[in-house]
Each structure stands twice: as structure tokens, then as C-alpha cells.
């Protein structure tokens, strides 16, 4: 069962919360909040996350017989955005938070506001307080799609819970079908110390930024 494998990694030192996704009854990524020391420098903090790896592989393995593939696991420590010359393309080719908010009257609605290049693309989305993440979601998607970029399917979004580490974090994961009618799978994970509403669509864009924008250029 997900829960008892998501318990033997919530039992190992330094982690905080954990989710395990699977597509296929095979796991798919394992996403783990862990308390890295912060004032550590970056070559002893890289030794201490490839370590918590080899532990959450280990005990998967010791105590469920999975064989899971180190790069499945994903250690949530911080979320700041570095900049990765690889992968990171022109910041005038991407898509920006305008705003991100609930508007309760006349009802309850959530309102996006993507900016991309000089234009300003607008989402709107009925806020369901059973489903605020969904909500936010399906704002951000109508703004997206109107920017006639591609066709993005939410295949789900989860919420970690907050921690002293870390705020709300909040994982999503899309099927992309882009403008040359290719299909990616795309992962995002966002941490907002404000509120849920942004931290969705900051996790939305941290799944479909990269591609949008190597599709641009």
C-alpha cells in the first residue's frame, strides 16, 4: 500500500512529508520534504540529499522488495530558482504570474493573470472551498489556453503539507500536447510562503514554462 511505503520514508531522519505517485501500478516519482541543513555549503548539502536517496531507496527496497530508480525520488529541501543554463531559456519567452487570487462577489471565483511577452492573457474558474486546488488550476488552464501555446490535461495536482521547514507545496503533473501535435508529460512543484492560490500557479508554470518556451524558439 502507497500509505505503509510513504511511513517507512516518513520514519527516516530528516524527513518531514513525503507523497509517492504511480501511473501503471509503478511508482512514478516519490517526492520528499527533508530538513537539509540550509548554512551547509552546496557540495556537503549535495552529500547529504544523495545520502537521504540512498536511505529511502534502501529501506523501499528492505521493507516493500521495490527496486526503484534513484532518479524517481525527489528531495523538496528548498525551492529557490536557480538559474540552469541547459534547460533555462530567455526569460522574454516566459510566461509570468500576473495575478492570482480568490474573488468572492458577486461568488467565489479564482482569477488568473498570465503576462507573456506584451500580452496579458486572463483565466477564470468557479472556487470550489471543497477544492481550492483544483480551482486554481482550472484558472490558470483558461488563461493558458488562450494563449494558443497547446493543449494542457491536468492529470492531477496534490498539496504537501506545511512544515517548519517549508510552506504549502504543491505538486502537478499535465499532458502537453503542443503545437506540432507532440504529447509530453510534465512535472511542477512550487512552495509559496502567501497562499495556495499562487502556489498552484506557480507549480503549473514551473511544469509548463520550459517546454512553451523551447517550442518558441
Known sequence: ????????ILALPKVKACRIFFENDEVEQIFVSADIDAAAESKERLQMIKSLVRSIIGALALEHDWDVDYRKVKIVDSLEVRADPENLFDQRGRIRILAAYVRYLPQP????ELGLDNSIYKGQAVYD?????QSAVNAFLKAFHSMNLGKANLLFANQL???????????????LIDTHSQSTELWGIAESKQDLMLCAVRACLSALNRK??????
Open 1 to 8: 500500500m502507497p500509505t505503509n511505503a510513504e511511513n517507512t
Open 109 to 112: 471565483e479564482v482569477l488568473v
Open 129 to 133: 472551498n471543497a477544492q481550492p486546488l
Open 161 to 175: 503539507p506545511e512544515s517548519l521547514s517549508h510552506g504549502p507545496v504543491v505538486v502537478v503533473k499535465f499532458r
Open 212 to 217: 512553451i518556451g523551447l517550442t518558441r524558439h
